[in-house]
């Protein structure tokens, strides 16, 4: 089946800077998502992304679809604690509920 | 985006035992979803929720293990059945939100087997 190979692991980072972590994939998709999940919580959508080369915002977080189809990055910039969790992406080719999910970015912030 | 709630939110239960997880979401949605999540790991899709049919499973899930009901378009069941603890995982419920190919989670249900 497809695969997501998302990077880095893990991020351990000073409160103020900028991430960047992104997933790549052998398959292409035709949708990419972002998501967020805190601890004892369900994921919550951060960013869809719907075309090639499309890039949106939602506040401090920026996200791209990759030209190939096959990537996909997440900016987060000026970090704060509260943005310390797990961020998953998830790519799609056909219908909602068959995403792949990429093993996720865990992100620890440093006040 | 729709607001999903499931029960329990956790819950221990005994190895042979079984637990039925409810999934209510506050509008209706056409397609629902099942997922499990194990410590420290990904989103794996169980299957999807069919109003009015048979749930269609993904590879490595069966109905005897899960089974679930769907008897409308706000709700949801799982069953995990014969628990072992292996069957130990946060179990989520997903719809697809308005615009294609949106996705959104329940709060999970956090299961662990003795």
């Known amino acids: 089946g497809q695969q997501l190979n998302q990077s880095p692991q893990s991020m351990f980072i000073q409160e103020g800077e900028d991430v960047s972590m992104n997933c790549t994939s052998s398959?292409?998709?035709?949708?990419w998502l972002w998501y967020k999940q805190d601890p004892g919580e369900g994921p919550v959508l951060l960013i869809a992304?719907?075309?090639?080369?499309e890039l949106t915002s939602n506040g401090r977080l920026t996200a791209q679809f990759g030209i190939t189809r096959k990537d996909s990055f997440l900016n987060i910039s000026a970090s704060i604690p509260s943005d310390v969790g797990i961020y998953f992406c998830?790519?799609?080719?056909?219908?909602?509920?068959?995403?792949?999910f990429g093993d996720g970015t865990t992100l620890t912030v440093k006040p | 985006s729709a607001v999903i709630s499931q029960k329990p939110s956790r819950d221990i239960c005994q190895r042979g035992t079984s637990l039925t997880i409810q999934c209510q979401v506050d509008?209706?949605?056409?397609?629902m979803f099942w997922y499990r999540q194990q410590p420290g790991q990904s989103l794996t899709l169980i299957a999807t929720?069919?109003?009015?049919?048979?749930?269609?499973?993904e590879s490595g899930f069966v109905i005897d293990k899960f089974p679930i009901s769907r008897p409308n378009l706000t709700f949801s069941t799982l069953t995990v059945s014969n628990m072992s603890p292996e069957d130990s995982s946060i179990y989520l419920c997903?719809?697809?939100?308005?615009?294609?190919?949106?996705?959104?989670f329940g709060p999970g249900t956090r299961l662990t087997v003795l």
């Open positions: 997903s719809v697809e939100g308005v615009r294609r190919n949106e996705q959104f």
């Open positions: 398959s292409i998709f035709n949708t």
């Open positions: 992304l719907y075309k090639a080369g």
């Open positions: 998830a790519g799609l080719y056909s219908h909602a509920g068959k995403s792949t």
């Open positions: 509008s209706q949605v056409t397609m």
């Open positions: 929720a069919n109003q009015g049919s048979e749930a269609t499973y």
